[in-house]
């Protein structure tokens, strides 16, 4: 069976109840690969105030912190804390900005694909490698084209390359 992470939004809907998530513990987690940037993973893991923003892995250098609520946009990183030892042994508390961090940076390293080895993704078609029914790169029906000098040739009339 498989274990839901999910809240019912039933009693926001029937019982005039503002809140059912808990705004420093509970949290959203987003995770992707960036196909403009070489397919580089990230996640993100958000609370009620503060959303952390991971490249690659969970490590202090390569996650960003940002205040939602003073800093919607997430222009302005906050500054990271240089250990989450203090969050570890119970030191700091919710009222503090380096909790967050280290709360929402440990869901990331616990709970997303970061975590894990990220499988590299198959190569797409017209990305490395010939496509089938495609002779030299050209589309059907079109002769010559780029770095085999002069101008290409199309079967369509009236159609130069």
């Known amino acids: 069976m498989v274990q839901l992470d999910s809240v019912s939004l039933m009693p926001i809907l029937t019982k005039n109840v503002k809140q059912i998530r808990d705004p420093n513990e509970d949290y959203l987690l987003a995770e992707t690969t960036n196909p403009v940037k070489d397919n580089v993973a990230e996640a993100g893991a958000r609370n009620e105030r503060y959303k952390i923003f991971c490249v690659e892995n969970a490590q202090l250098g390569n996650c960003t912190l940002y205040d939602l609520k003073e800093d919607p946009l997430e222009e302005y990183p906050l500054p990271k804390p240089t250990s989450c030892a203090d969050y570890q042994n119970g030191k700091w508390t919710?009222?503090?900005?380096?909790?967050?961090f280290c709360?929402?940076?440990e869901v990331i390293a616990k709970d997303s694909f970061l975590?894990?080895?990220?499988?590299?993704a198959p190569a797409q078609a017209g990305r490395g490698g010939p496509t089938p029914g495609v002779q030299g790169g050209a589309p059907p029906g079109v002769r010559g084209?780029?770095?085999?000098?002069?101008?290409?040739?199309?079967?369509?009339p009236g159609v130069e390359q």
Do not use: D, E, F, Y
């Not at 919710?94 to 967050?100: D, G």
């Open 145 to 156: 084209g780029p770095g085999r000098g002069g101008r290409g040739q199309s079967s369509v």
């Open 115 to 120: 975590s894990k080895p990220i499988p590299t």
């Open 103 to 105: 709360r929402l940076q």
């Open 94 to 100: 919710p009222a503090m900005q380096q909790w967050h």
